[in-house]
């Protein structure tokens, strides 16, 4: 099973830039595709960015693309996920899932089988 933990989330001022990673201490963690996940208060949790084992393949959501890169250390066990210029919409609690050994990568959050606990952006104008 994978477990995983988010880390590198803060207060920000706008078009600041933040470093999240999501490392997992459950093993096999070179064999799961990776996704990461937005919730802001009252709203759904949004995907932001997918990436497939071996980080070749990659997909993003429409607000992310182009500011937002996501990437992985399989040697550390480690996701992580590069935001940069910040805005204020861009708030919310940032969630790292993964999904079972082999499957591809997806931005429905419903097909991911592990989830860490969040790690909180804030963002002030």
């Known amino acids: 099973q994978a477990h995983l933990e988010e880390s590198g989330g803060g207060l920000v001022q706008a078009g600041e830039s933040l470093r999240l990673s999501c490392a997992d201490s459950?093993?096999?963690?070179?064999?799961?595709?990776v996704g990461w996940f937005r919730q802001a208060p009252g709203k759904e949790r949004d995907f932001v960015a997918a990436i497939n084992w071996s980080g070749n393949i990659t997909r993003y959501g429409d607000f992310a693309q182009g500011r937002f890169t996501i990437s992985r250390d399989n040697a550390k066990n480690t996701a992580y996920l590069q935001l940069n210029s910040l805005k204020p919409d861009d708030m919310g609690v940032y969630y790292c899932a993964a999904r079972t050994l082999g499957a591809g990568i997806t931005s429905r959050r419903e097909l991911y089988d592990y989830w860490g606990q969040g790690t909180q952006v804030t963002v002030s104008s």
């Open positions: 459950g093993g096999s963690f070179s064999d799961r595709p």
